[in-house]
């Protein structure tokens, strides 16, 4: 069974571009999650979509952003890079309601 | 308080140690526990999900304490290829929302 895709693998992007990510979910899984990994720190939760629409955000201001497909895959925009929003990029996906998630191998995001 | 808290280690262990890592969590009404493993520069891997009766997969031993808050995770006759951040994960009460600590540093040396 296919695992989670994520692409690009790496993005170089300059400060004030927008950058999209892209994410397939494990099949059968319903629900995205994207994470941001800055060099050093833990995993900060970002966006959650199920079914189409959004569940929850983290703490990030409203120029990430996002959205889900009718075929379950995601997509993670940023708009007007900033220095530090370069990190990795997590996406997990799971079963609706079952909270074990299987991560992608994620996309490195370097902003100059 | 950190909602997720773990010691960052490094751990660094003799092959054939027993090793055992601790996380404590804020939120009295979380409901599903995880121990996650990130090697260096990858993607973090489930290991195992805790349960309440503690649970064992081979040498990988997981305990969870809901009255005082804290998971642990107990590895015997520990492996070069252990060598790993062990990640403490907590879902809120709905379930759905996890919030991962920073991870514990592990090294097992020959």
């Known amino acids: 069974e296919a695992g989670v895709t994520q692409s690009p693998t790496h993005l170089i992007k300059t400060r004030g571009q927008q950058a999209t990510l892209r994410c397939s979910p494990i099949s059968g899984h319903t629900s995205v999650y994207w994470y941001q990994q800055a060099l050093g720190l833990g995993l900060q939760f970002l966006l959650w979509?199920?079914?189409?629409?959004?569940?929850n955000r983290g703490n990030f201001p409203p120029r990430f952003s996002g959205r889900q497909f009718p075929n379950y895959s995601s997509e993670l925009n940023v708009n007007a890079l900033e220095l530090e929003d370069s990190a990795l990029y997590l996406c997990a996906s799971s079963l609706r309601g079952l909270s074990e998630q299987y991560f992608g191998p994620g996309t490195r995001l370097t902003v100059t | 308080r950190k909602e997720v808290e773990q010691d960052p280690g490094p751990f660094n262990v003799p092959e054939g140690a027993t090793v055992a890592f601790n996380c404590t969590y804020s939120?009295?009404?979380?409901?599903?526990f995880f121990w996650y493993r990130q090697d260096c520069r990858k993607e973090p891997k489930l290991l195992m999900s805790?349960?309440?009766s503690g649970n064992e997969d081979g040498r990988f031993t997981a305990q969870l304490n809901r009255a005082s808050q804290y998971i642990s995770l107990l590895i015997r006759d520990s492996k070069l290829s252990d060598s790993a951040t062990y990640l403490c994960v907590v879902s809120d009460g709905s379930g759905d929302k996890l919030t991962f600590g920073t991870g514990t540093r592990l090294a097992v040396r020959p």
């Open positions: 805790v349960y309440s």
């Open positions: 939120n009295s009404a979380s409901q599903s």
């Open positions: 979509y199920d079914e189409g629409e959004e569940r």
